[in-house]
C-alpha cells in the first residue's frame, strides 16, 4: 500500500499520576450512548480503570482492536517491583474476558478516539480527567495507507468469526425477510 | 422509564436464603429522593421501635444515593443504615469509594438485609445473579484483607466489596463497614452486620442507569468541573487550617501542619489540650514519617480529588485511609509518634472499628486503670508505654477478650457495666455515641446546637458550610464574603459580618438563637441533601465554599431524573425525610432530654441562654418543647400518618402537640 502523511491521534497516559477514580471510564461511556449521555455505565467504556489497589497498580487501558482468540500463554511483568498479568496491559477486546465488549450484546468496543461531528478539542477522557493523567497528542507521521473500518464493522466481523459469515448471511436475509 | 435510580432493592432474608429483586414505589424520589430519605421512610414503615440492634427484625440497609452512578461528580456514598447497638437510634454511618456505584449498575439501589444467618456468609451480587456464599473460611480475617481474598475468589478483579472485620464479627458497637479506601464507621452498623453473620457484599454491575437529560447534567458538570479546577489552583486564604482550604475531604493526607488539629484538641480521653505541643521538630519528624508512609493519593468513584491515600510503612501490610484518622489515636494515646498511627491505623481497619471513638475508648480504658477501677489483674500482660498499651487494648476490644468485652461496647455502655464509678469519666458522650475530643473556652451557640440536636449524632458530620470561628478583622470578613455564593439568602452575610470572634457580637450571644437556628437549619439541609443524593460531604455540606451549594443542587437533580424542582421544593422534601427522621428517634423515647452536649464541653456554660437556644430552634423547626415534631409541621410535610402514629403510641405528652406547649 502506498504511504501517505497523517495526523495520528494518540493520548500520552501517565499512569503514575492516576488515583483510580474512573470518571474517563463514565464520559467515555457517555459519549458514545445514544442519544449521548442518555445512560450512565463504565461497562460500556471504550477505557478501562486496571485497579489493585493494595499492590499500587492504578493504569488506564484503551480498547484496541478486537481478537477472535485469546493468547496461547498467559505471561506476567515484573516493573519496579509490581507484577503486571499482560491481560491486564492488553487493549484487545477478546474471547476470554468481559472487557472492552458492550456487556448486553457482547459486542467488541474500540476507542475511536471521539471522532464526531462536530469534532471534539480533544477525547471526552482526556478533558474529563482533571489529574492531566491524559495528554491528547497530535503527530504528523508517514503511514501505510489503510482502510477505514467502520464500528459496524468490526461488530459484524466479530459475529462471522463466532458463527462463520454463511450464518450471519442467513440471518440478515432472514430478518429483511421478517420486516 | 425511571431515571437516576434503578426503581428496585435487593431484599435479602439471611435466615431462609430468599432472595427477591423488588420493585420500588416511583412515587418515593419525589417524597424523599433516596438514600437517607428513602432509608428513613423504610425504616419507619418497617422498623417498630421495639425493635432493638441484635433482633433478626432489625434491617440493615446498604443504600445508593439518588445521584450515585450517574454523571455528577462525587455521588458515590454508600449508607449503612441499621438500628444503633450503641444509641437504640437510627444508624446510617457513609462511605465513600465505590461500592455503592457498583451496585446501582448491578441494577439496585439498595440491598435490604433482615433476619440473621445460619453461620458466616458473604453475598455475592453479579446484576441479576445473586448468592449467599459460605464465608467460615473468613472468620477472623481483616476487613481490608477479606476484600481482596473475595475478589481472588470469585475470580472478579472488578467486584467491589464492602467486609467487617473481628470486631464486627464479635458485634462490636464500634465497629465499621470497610470497602476500598472507605469506612462506614459511626454507631456499630459493623456490629450488626457481624450479628446477622454477614462478613462481606461482594457487588459487579455492568447494567445502564437511565438519565433524563444527560446533555444538560454533562453541561452542569462541566460548570462544576470550572470551579473545582479553579479551587485546585486557587485554595482559600484566611482560614484557620489549610486542610479546608480546598473541595473534597479535609486534605489531611496532604498536609503535614497539624497545628490547629493538636494544639486546640483535647488529648486522652478528651481531657487536656497542649497548647505547645506543636514546634519545629515535630513538623520535621511527622513529615519524614508522613511521606514515607503515603504511596499514592487515591479518589472515590468518579470523583476528580483525592483525598485518600494507599499507606505503605515499613514492613506494615498496605492499607488505605483518609483525615482525621490520622490523628485521633496519637490524640488517645498521648503519643507524638506518626509512625505509630500508620502501625495502630492497620490493625485498627483489618479489625474494622471506628476510628473515631475507639481511641477514646482505649484512652478511658486507660484512665480507669490509673484511677485503680481496672485493677492490674485486668491488665495483665499489658505493656506499661502508652503506645504498646494502645496495642495491646485495641487487640482485647476487637477479640472481646477480658476488659475488652465492656470495651468493644463504648465508653458509655462500658462504663455502666463496669461500675464502681466508671460512669464519672463518661464525660464525652452524647445520646450514648463518643464525641469529638474537643474541649474549650467560651460556649459557641452554633456548636451547641449542632452536638444537641442532630440526628447525626457525630459533630464532624454536621458543621458545613458556615465558618468554624468569626473573623477577626472587617478585611477578612469582607474577603470571605465577597465569593461566597454558597448561601442560601443574603441575610447570613449580614449575620457573618456581625461577628466577631471576642467583644460585641462575639459568642455566645452573637448569633442570637435566632440566627443560629437559621444557619443550623442551613447546615442539616445541605448535609440531609447530601445523604440524600449520595454526594460527598467534602464536595458539598462539609466544605466551606465548596461546587454543590444550594442553589446548583436541583440543576444536577433534575437533569438527572426529570423532577421540576426548585430551592423551595427541594428543601420541602429534605425538610420532609427530616422531620420523619426525627419522629423515627422519638418514637424510639429520644427528646429533649437527651439533647445535651458533655458538661465539660465548653469551660463557660450559660444554662438560661442554652435553654433559650434549644426553645427557639424547636420553634423554629416546628417542633414541641420535648422537641417532637408538632401535628401542623407533620400535617405541612404531608406526614399526617406519622402524627397519627405518635398520637397512638403516646409520644406527645398530654395535649403537647403544638410548639405552644
Known amino acids: 500500500m502506498a504511504k501517505i502523511k497523517k495526523i495520528v491521534k494518540s493520548i500520552k497516559i501517565d499512569a503514575d499520576k492516576c488515583n483510580g477514580c474512573r470518571a474517563c471510564e463514565v464520559a467515555c461511556a457517555g459519549f458514545h450512548a445514544t442519544p449521548k449521555y442518555s445512560i450512565c455505565n463504565p461497562a460500556r467504556a471504550r477505557i478501562k480503570v486496571v485497579t489493585y489497589r493494595r499492590k499500587d497498580i492504578w493504569f488506564p487501558v484503551f480498547a484496541g482492536e478486537y481478537t477472535p482468540a485469546g493468547c496461547v500463554g498467559r505471561d506476567s511483568y515484573i516493573i519496579d517491583g509490581k507484577e503486571y498479568a499482560d491481560c491486564d496491559l492488553c487493549r484487545a477486546s477478546c474471547p476470554t474476558r468481559d472487557r472492552f465488549k458492550e456487556p448486553d450484546s457482547g459486542l467488541p468496543l474500540r476507542c475511536d478516539m471521539c471522532e464526531s461531528d462536530p469534532p471534539l478539542p480533544e477525547p471526552m477522557c482526556v478533558s474529563i480527567c482533571i489529574n492531566n493523567v491524559l495528554t491528547y497528542v497530535e503527530k504528523e507521521e508517514e503511514v501505510e495507507e489503510e482502510e477505514n473500518v467502520s464500528d459496524m464493522e468490526i461488530g459484524l466481523r466479530a459475529l462471522a468469526n463466532t458463527h462463520g459469515m454463511d450464518k450471519l448471511l442467513e440471518t440478515v436475509a432472514r430478518m429483511i425477510e421478517k420486516d | 422509564m425511571r431515571y437516576a435510580e434503578t426503581g428496585y432493592n435487593l431484599e435479602i432474608d439471611l435466615a431462609t436464603g430468599n432472595i427477591e429483586r423488588v420493585e420500588t414505589d416511583p412515587k418515593l424520589m419525589e417524597t424523599h429522593l433516596g438514600g437517607l430519605g428513602t432509608d428513613v421512610k423504610l425504616f419507619w414503615d418497617r422498623v417498630p421501635p421495639e425493635t432493638k440492634a441484635f433482633d433478626p427484625e432489625n434491617l440493615l440497609v446498604f443504600s445508593s444515593g439518588l445521584l450515585g452512578a450517574t454523571y455528577a461528580w462525587s455521588t458515590n456514598r454508600t449508607l449503612c443504615t441499621t438500628i444503633s ?130 446533555v444538560k447534567l454533562m453541561e452542569h458538570l462541566e460548570e462544576l468541573k470550572k470551579f473545582v479546577v479553579h479551587r485546585n489552583e486557587n485554595p482559600l486564604t484566611g482560614i484557620e487550617m489549610v486542610i479546608h482550604s480546598g473541595v473534597g475531604s479535609p486534605q489531611a493526607m496532604r498536609h503535614v501542619d497539624e497545628q490547629w488539629h493538636t494544639t486546640g ?24 514519617s508522613h511521606w514515607s508512609a503515603v504511596k499514592r493519593f487515591i479518589s472515590c468513584f468518579n470523583c476528580p480529588q483525592q483525598c485518600g491515600t494507599l499507606i505503605s510503612f515499613q514492613d506494615v501490610p498496605r492499607y488505605m485511609m483518609k483525615c482525621f484518622s490520622k490523628l485521633s489515636y496519637l490524640f488517645g494515646s498521648k503519643s507524638d509518634s506518626m509512625d505509630f498511627t500508620w502501625r495502630i491505623l492497620h490493625k485498627s481497619f483489618e479489625y474494622g472499628v471506628d476510628s473515631f471513638s475507639t481511641p477514646q475508648i482505649l484512652a478511658f480504658a486507660v484512665e480507669l486503670y490509673e484511677a485503680g477501677i481496672f485493677t492490674d489483674a485486668d491488665f495483665k500482660g499489658c505493656p506499661t508505654d502508652n503506645e504498646g498499651r494502645f496495642f495491646w487494648l485495641l487487640d482485647k476490644l476487637a477479640h472481646r477478650d477480658g476488659i ?18 466508671a460512669e464519672e469519666f463518661d464525660h464525652n458522650t452524647i445520646k450514648k455515641h463518643e464525641q469529638m475530643n474537643v474541649k474549650l473556652g467560651m460556649l459557641d451557640p452554633l456548636y451547641f446546637l449542632m452536638f444537641a440536636t442532630n440526628e447525626k449524632i457525630s459533630i464532624t458530620q454536621i458543621e458545613g458550610n458556615w465558618p468554624q470561628t468569626a473573623k477577626p478583622t472587617q478585611e477578612l470578613k469582607e474577603h470571605w464574603a465577597k465569593d461566597w455564593i454558597q448561601v442560601p439568602d443574603p441575610k447570613f452575610i449580614d449575620y457573618f459580618m456581625g461577628w466577631n470572634p471576642r467583644g460585641e457580637g462575639s459568642n455566645p450571644y452573637y448569633p442570637t438563637p435566632q440566627m443560629c437556628s437559621e444557619i443550623v437549619d442551613w447546615m442539616e439541609q445541605i448535609h440531609n441533601i447530601d445523604d440524600a443524593i449520595g454526594l460527598c460531604a467534602g464536595m458539598g455540606s462539609f466544605c466551606y465554599k465548596p461546587g454543590y451549594h444550594v442553589h446548583n443542587y436541583p440543576k444536577f437533580i433534575n437533569a438527572a431524573t426529570g423532577m421540576d424542582l426548585d430551592e423551595e421544593s427541594l428543601k420541602k422534601i429534605v425538610n420532609r425525610s427530616r422531620n420523619l427522621h426525627r419522629a423515627f428517634n422519638n418514637r424510639r423515647g429520644m427528646s429533649r432530654k437527651d439533647e445535651a452536649p458533655p458538661k465539660d464541653h465548653w469551660k463557660h456554660r450559660f444554662p438560661e441562654l442554652e435553654e433559650e437556644l434549644l426553645t427557639t430552634y424547636y420553634k423554629f423547626k416546628g417542633w414541641t418543647y420535648d422537641g417532637i415534631p408538632t401535628k401542623e409541621r407533620l400535617h405541612e410535610l404531608d406526614l399526617d400518618y406519622v402524627y397519627d402514629d405518635l398520637v397512638k403510641r403516646g409520644i406527645y405528652k398530654d395535649g403537647q402537640d403544638k410548639e405552644d406547649c
Open chain 2, 404 to 421: 475488652g468485652d465492656y470495651l468493644a461496647d463504648g465508653v458509655y455502655w462500658a462504663a455502666r457495666r463496669i461500675g464502681k464509678g
Open chain 2, 265 to 288: 484538641f483535647a488529648w486522652g480521653n478528651a481531657r487536656t489540650r497542649r497548647k505547645d505541643f506543636w514546634n519545629q521538630e515535630i513538623f520535621e519528624r511527622w513529615s519524614k
Open chain 2, 85 to 214: 447497638p450503641q444509641t437504640d437510634l437510627l444508624a446510617y454511618p457513609m462511605m465513600g469509594g465505590f461500592w455503592a456505584s457498583e451496585l446501582k449498575y448491578a441494577g439496585y439501589d439498595k440491598v435490604i438485609l433482615r433476619n440473621k444467618a445460619p453461620h458466616l456468609v458473604y453475598i455475592w451480587i453479579h446484576n441479576d445473579k445473586v448468592e449467599i456464599r459460605d464465608a467460615r473460611h473468613l472468620k477472623g480475617k481483616g476487613a481490608v484483607e477479606t476484600q481482596d481474598l473475595i475478589r481472588e475468589e470469585l475470580n472478579q478483579p472488578d467486584a467491589q466489596v464492602s467486609a467487617i472485620g473481628l470486631a464486627g464479627e464479635n458485634r462490636a458497637f464500634v465497629a465499621s463497614i470497610e470497602q476500598s479506601r472507605s469506612s462506614a464507621s459511626r454507631l456499630g452498623s459493623g456490629g450488626v452486620m457481624g450479628d446477622k453473620n454477614v462478613k462481606a457484599i461482594a457487588v459487579r454491575g455492568t447494567k445502564d442507569i437511565n438519565i433524563y437529560d444527560g
